[in-house]
């Protein structure tokens, strides 16, 4: 999957998808996502698509989008990446 850069979006106003690499997420239900094209992003596990106990496995590939919080960004909807 190509990068896209968090300042680009769609044509319908959406945010921009992001792709990355989970460098790790804790038991405890949070961890940090590599960007393909930047800053490791932080991730709680509310930020993961999916309903029931939602967790992601190191180095997985995933897609996301970046939400600035007043502590840094932070990803939301995030989806792991078949293949």
């Avoid at 850069?5 to 460098?23: C, H, L, N, Q, Y």
């Avoid at 909807?77 to 078949?82: E, I, M, W």
């Amino acid at each position: 999957m190509t990068a896209i850069s968090t300042a680009d979006a769609t044509s319908t106003g959406a945010p921009a998808r992001v792709a990355g690499t989970v460098r790790w997420f804790s038991h405890k239900g949070f961890g940090f996502i590599e960007r393909h094209d930047g800053d490791d992003v932080y991730v709680h596990h509310s930020g993961i698509a999916g309903t029931g106990f939602r967790t992601l496995s190191a180095d997985a590939q995933v897609c996301f989008t970046v939400r600035q919080t007043d502590r840094g960004p932070e990803a939301v909807d995030v989806v792991v990446v078949d293949g």
